[in-house]
């Protein structure tokens, strides 16, 4: 079994298991071509291809990211069993979304600004000397916010947005109720989109959801809304939300993913008023890594399904 230097944990392996411990960044060394196990925590595209290619006796590869696209992409053979670490994630992504909610319902990004300034700005921004309008949502209580990906991220970030007063409703390929949420399909969308304050979204990547937070999107949603994308960069048009912000059709987007990762810096979402910025930061620290691999470990020793088992 394979182990990135980047895995935050080692996992207790059964007698007879041999541990090796790899360099993302490297080829896996010549020596270690007989594994069976591959763990993957931050390899590049290009490392997974060489994988691929070079270890003939791969039977599982654990993708510890939610998002298993750059392992899907590599060209692992057919079959060869790719998991994913849906649910190691769950709760710092959904503090991370529910920072960045705050983030822009508080217009934290002026007060930023007024600060960098020196200025002290309670005039636009109202204070108790000036009570003025808010520039911004001002608080979640009785704010729409609608979840669309309402997996288990979505259902850890739900209960402290409902907590705050929000009304949150998810959306789901299928209608009903999750987690004590109402979650509608894609098909109910397009009539919560006008009376949604803060979209949410933690789509996964692929061919379906590519763009799916897009131009009508963007002009369903009312004027005062933001957009939040913590899901995947391959899910929102950037250029067609750079002029909904631009034209005003929409207040700002928090994102902490993009199509292009680092983002380009002659990006125009870098310098766009509006705009928060967080470099694909929301995930990074799994959590029960090693007792997740000690499980699906022991089930692969025995021949049993895998937890969390990718469909390719």
Known sequence: MLIPDTCPEVPDAPGGTVLVTYRVHDPVPSEHLDAEVLVAWGNTRAQLVDCAERLEHLRWVAVLAAGPDVALSAGFAPDVVITNGRGLHDVPVAEHTLALVLA???????????????????????????????????????????????????????????????????????????????????????????????????????????????????????????????????????????????????????LDVFETEPLPAGSPLWDLPGVWITPHAAGGRPLGVGAFLAANLEAFLAGRTLHNVVER
């Open 104 to 254: 822009v319902t508080r217009r934290l990004d002026l007060f930023a600004q007024a600060q960098h300034e020196h200025r002290w700005d309670d005039e636009r921004l109202g204070g108790i000397q000036r009570p003025g309008r808010f520039p911004g949502l001002a608080t979640l209580r009785g704010k729409n916010v609608t979840v669309w990906g309402f997996g288990s991220i979505g259902q850890t970030l739900a209960p402290h947005l409902a907590a705050l007063g929000a009304d949150v409703v998810g959306v789901a390929r299928e209608a009903g109720e999750r987690a004590g949420f109402r979650v509608i399909d894609d098909g109910g969308l397009p009539a919560r989109l006008p009376e949604t304050d803060v979209l949410v979204g933690i789509l996964p990547a692929s061919e379906r959801t590519h763009h799916a937070i897009g131009a009508r999107v963007f002009a369903t949603l009312p004027d005062h809304a933001w957009v939040v994308n913590v899901g995947r960069g391959a899910t929102l048009d950037e250029e067609a939300l750079v002029t909904a912000i631009r034209e005003h059709r929409i207040a700002g987007a928090a």
